[in-house]
């Protein structure tokens, strides 16, 4: 009666194990897969060895599994087109082209022109007075016209005009004016020179001119008859 039993059990006891079978055997189901087709035989297929089935292993997806699968493997970039630039804000130039504002490699860049020397204006040495303000003053300083001779009545005397001018801005005051009188001979020897002098036509402006005529004369008998004088130079001191 009991090996009946046992005989009787085996059939369900291979289906049971068959069933086990598909969910457990030939390794852990790959996200909703279970493994089907032949596994090794019992002396090549052991309990802990790990043995690869000689026959190939399907993996089909079981029913109510989702239908997604995990992909292990590193992928490998490809070459981006334009649209993948685009989309990754990066900016791309063709090539052989330099971008703008750059120099080729290997380019030296154009000689600049030297500068252009601006010359001075006129008078640029001498700072000019800001306005509303008076310039600083100068001294006094007289320039001579070379004097001009007419003739006296007397022949020991003549008419000397001489021009002053006041290239400073301070007036003169007061000063002398000398003259240098020659004497010379019927022949035209030059027997002697007088120095006479005579009072400045102060004041004189800074600035200005004034023009004066003067009466020089020696004394009568330095010129006998026949001798005549020349007055030929003018010098002036002033205050």
């Not at 369900?12 to 969910?23: G, I, K, N, S």
């Not at 000689?111 to 306005?131: C, F, L, N, R, S």
């Not at 001579?144 to 009545?153: D, E, G, K, M």
């Not at 005397?157 to 003169?172: D, I, S």
Request: hydrophobic share 30%; glycine share 10%.
């Amino acid at each position: 009666m009991l090996r009946r039993e046992r005989r009787a059990l085996t059939p369900l006891t291979l289906l049971v194990l068959a069933a086990a079978c598909l969910t457990g055997c030939g390794g852990p189901a790959r996200d909703g897969y279970a493994a089907a087709g032949a596994v090794a035989p019992g002396p090549e297929r052991r309990a802990g060895d790990n043995v690869a089935p000689r026959t190939p292993v399907e993996f089909q997806q079981l029913a109510g599994s989702p239908s997604s699968t995990t992909s292990t493997s590193a992928s490998t970039p490809g070459p981006q087109g334009p649209a993948d630039s685009a989309r990754s804000g990066a900016t791309t130039t063709p090539p052989g082209t330099t971008p703008p504002g750059t120099t080729p490699p290997g380019t030296a860049e154009p000689p600049q022109p030297p500068p252009v020397a601006t010359p001075p204006a006129p008078g640029a040495g001498t700072p000019a007075p800001k306005p509303g303000t008076t310039p600083p003053a100068t001294p006094a300083k007289l320039t001579l016209s070379p004097p001009t001779r007419t003739p006296a009545a007397e022949r020991w005397c003549e008419n000397v005009t001489v021009g002053f001018t006041n290239t400073g801005t301070t007036p003169t005051r007061s000063g002398t004016v000398s003259f240098a009188t020659h004497i010379i001979g019927a022949l035209g020897i030059d027997w002697a020179t007088i120095t006479t002098a005579q009072p400045l036509p102060a004041p004189i402006p800074g600035g200005t001119t004034k023009t004066q005529t003067y009466a020089v004369c020696v004394e009568p008998w330095r010129v006998p008859l026949g001798m005549h004088i020349e007055t030929r130079t003018a010098t002036a001191t002033w205050t």
